[in-house]
């Protein structure tokens, strides 16, 4: 019988980016409830399963409840004081033996913005460190730099109330229905009986309740996203008006895409020529039209390309800066946005370009820093960082709320690679797998027991606040790093000077991003409380905020203030099914699950729902293995195997793909996926991975279909080799 809580808090969901609004019940100090809050815009009263059972998080068996440090093999629980110590002491060694860039964070997209801020000021100005990512590299970098070289500025353009307001609805690689379940009740509330059109490789959820979809082949949308320009162009459908008022390099654009004529596009796609032009009509047929993507279009080699060819077609066609239209990413966990803001990762906070010497000075006046210590550049992304270690040239590590050892690429090498580090450091409210492997264990505080603001999908910035005190001998990740810093001479008396709670950072990033895109000037917490959060930019002359960017008093962030219509191409996977490994693997999440469960695995509701991995397969593989539903069989790719995955036979995937939920560290995905990053973003191209399926009956697995990809084969190795290389600063600047 549940306890009826004595009070009830005002929060914000720390699980995925949707922000929806809630309330925390509180019986005798301890977190007992969650319901939603019914005032707020983004959920209005309704929770998914993990939002309504948030609270049993808190005091999960999973929790590390005291800094930990391993001394004979093992990791026993420490003092803060020596945990802080050995670390420090470490650190200051390595960086005068190696240098201050031998020292590599990566942190996460679960912090609350004032963390975000805090950390990366101390990483990037006090250890001094230019190697410094987060993990949401692995699932929105390809849209931060998708509108960046399309629009000049990171920042998804729409609200949600576009979902209400839209005529066609185009949902490209997202499975909402599972991924953001919420986002359905703004659907559900469009009067204008509106085209929902689910282009995906997979018949989802979402494709179940789409009007047309759209039965892509993996990896093609970008072929297809030019293709449908290519039409709009041929058949005078722009609008020409918009194009030369707001856009810069149509007459390049328009001559790049004689290569994608409808016919080939088809031919790359499998969608049939009338189906093109059936779907590029949609961009002019309606008056509002909106395109919302999640990580089938980022997780991909080309997929900061793929987010500006979605770009070209709404600018091609107007369909931007109005009720109801725009290109709209999805962001995957409920910070990624903060992190993007003021995490120092992609930008300088306030979104700031690395290299821009004006932007520079501007920071440095403001946070009252030297200018010399302020990075001119960006350092190592994710993927890099690990290269780095494996080369030799990153000795120390310091991870913040994530867990590569579930969630990253190729497992083993991963593996063998952190293990050549002089010292990890894994800072965490929950013994994940990668703190299992760690040298210090910094125990956080989570969400329910610390303040600040998440950022969401739409620009919201929403109130988180704290219900209970921290469990055990755990700290905030804002006191963490504070408290850190003063083990460094002279650090914490610059950064942080008479800094003594998140409103601090708070007070401090208003002014950082005051005139910037994403402007928080006229927020405070209570205003975010009373408003259910608010979308930036919000200033003196937006008090309550603003729905959507590129309005027509919203200029484009680029020196001109036009967009850019982007000249990308189409290349064919860099690891195409072959008589060893002839199925393609897809992976992705579910709703019951939370990344790398180290929140979800120790919520019974939840993990009864899910509690291990399967492999969901066409009937006419399963025929072919011999095998059913409910039996279990293996995966192996050219870098590894999992072994003994439950089978589910359905229709939702199409012959020769499989999909496998990502989460599971006991049928670990990832030590089956490629190394293959996007070259301007750095996020992993997981969703496409050539496998073989093995059972009882078939060990071998399947036979190769040739077939299948003739007329892609020829076009692999210079195709693909011809993206590979990508000048940095050409990256970073953009």
């Known amino acids: 019988m549940k306890k009826k809580p004595d009070k009830w808090v005002f929060s914000t969901c720390g699980y995925c980016g949707v922000g929806c609004g809630l309330y925390i019940g509180v019986k005798d100090g301890k977190a007992v409830y969650t319901k939603g809050n019914p005032a707020h815009d983004v959920n209005m009263g309704t929770l998914c399963p993990k939002g309504l059972s948030e609270h049993q998080l808190i005091n999960s068996k999973e929790r590390v409840t005291a800094p930990l440090i391993r001394k004979e093999g093992v990791l026993s629980e420490s ?26 964070v990566l942190s996460t997209g679960q912090l609350l913005t004032e963390e975000f801020y805090t950390l990366g000021k101390f990483v990037q100005l006090g250890l001094g460190t230019t190697n410094f990512d987060g993990n949401t590299t692995l699932c929105m970098a390809s849209a931060v730099m998708g509108y960046k070289q399309s629009l000049g500025s990171d920042g998804p353009v729409g609200a949600y109330e576009d979902f ?35 282009i995906d490789p997979r018949s989802s959820k979402t494709a179940q309740m789409a009007t047309t979809f759209v039965p892509i082949k993996a990896r093609t949308d970008l072929a297809l996203f030019n293709g449908l320009a290519y039409i709009v162009i041929e058949q005078g459908w722009e609008d020409l008006g918009y194009i030369k008022a707001n856009t810069n390099g149509y007459k390049e654009l328009k001559k790049h895409l004689q290569g994608y004529s409808p016919q080939e596009v088809a031919n790359i796609t499998g969608i049939d020529v009338k189906t093109l032009y059936e779907l590029a009509r949609e961009f002019v047929a309606q008056d509002a039209v909106l395109t919302a993507w999640t990580m089938g279009v980022n997780q991909s080699f080309m997929g900061t390309d793929t987010v500006s060819a979605i770009i070209n077609l709404h600018l091609l066609t107007g369909q931007i800066g109005k009720e109801g239209a725009g290109p709209f990413s999805i962001t995957g966990q409920c910070n990624a946005m903060g992190t993007r803001e003021f995490g120092f990762t992609s930008s300088l906070p306030g979104y700031r370009n690395f290299g821009d010497a004006g932007a520079l000075k501007e920071y440095a006046r403001i946070a009252k820093v030297p200018e010399d210590i302020v990075p001119t550049e960006r350092g190592y992304k994710y993927a890099e960082i690990i290269d780095a270690i494996d080369r030799g040239e990153i000795k120390a590590l310091w991870i ?50 610390k303040e600040g603001v998440y950022t969401n999908s739409e620009r919201r910035c929403n109130r988180a606040n704290k219900a209970v005190e921290p469990l055990g001998n755990t700290k905030s990740d804002f006191d963490i790093v504070l408290e850190f810093s003063k083990y460094f001479d002279g650090v914490s008396e610059l950064l942080y000077p008479e800094w003594e709670k998140p409103l601090d950072a708070f007070n401090e990033m208003k002014e950082i991003s005051r005139g910037q895109l994403c402007d928080y000037s006229g927020m405070t917490y209570e205003l975010l409380e009373e408003k259910g959060g608010i979308q930036w930019p919000c200033n003196e002359e937006r008090p309550l905020g603003t729905k959507r960017l590129y309005s027509p008093d919203i200029a484009f962030r680029t020196k001109d203030e036009k967009a850019k219509l982007i000249c990308a191409d189409w290349f064919p996977m860099a690891e195409p099914v072959s008589a060893s490994f002839p199925v393609l693997l897809n992976t992705g999440r579910t709703v019951e699950q939370w990344h790398t469960r180290t929140k979800t695995r120790s919520i019974d509701i939840l993990n009864d729902l899910a509690p291990e991995s399967w492999i969901d397969i066409n009937p006419i593989d399963a025929t072919a293995l011999k095998v059913k539903s409910g039996d279990r069989m293996s995966i192996s790719s050219a870098r590894g195997r999992v072994e ?28 089956l996926t490629s190394e293959s990053f996007c070259p301007k973003s750095g996020e992993p191209n997981y969703k496409q991975t050539a496998i073989q399926l093995h059972s009882r009956e078939v060990p071998d697995g399947l036979v190769f279909k040739e077939t299948e990809i003739s007329g892609e084969i020829e076009h692999i190795k210079t195709a693909y080799e011809g993206i590979k290389f990508v000048e940095k600063e050409k990256v970073v600047n953009i």
């Open 79 to 104: 003092t803060w004081d020596k945990s802080f110590s050995k670390v420090a002491d470490e650190f200051k060694r390595i960086a005068n033996k190696h240098g201050k860039q031998a020292i590599g």
């Open 164 to 198: 209400q307001k839209a005529n066609t609805i185009f949902l490209v690689g997202a499975n909402i229905s599972d991924n953001h379940p919420i986002l359905k009740l703004h659907l559900a509330k469009n009067k204008n009986n509106p085209k929902i059109i689910v």
């Open 400 to 449: 913040v709320a994530t867990n590569p050892l579930v969630s990253f690429v190729n497992q083993d090498k991963l593996r063998k690679t952190l293990a050549k580090l002089d010292i990890l450091v894994v800072q965490d409210a929950f013994m994940s797998d990668t703190a299992e492997i760690a040298d210090v264990v910094f125990s956080a505080a989570t969400w329910g027991e």
């Open 644 to 671: 003994d995955v439950v089978v589910r036979v359905t229709q939702a995937v199409r012959e020769g793909n499989i999909f496998v939920p990502f989460h599971y560290n006991t049928q670990l995905v990832n030590t």
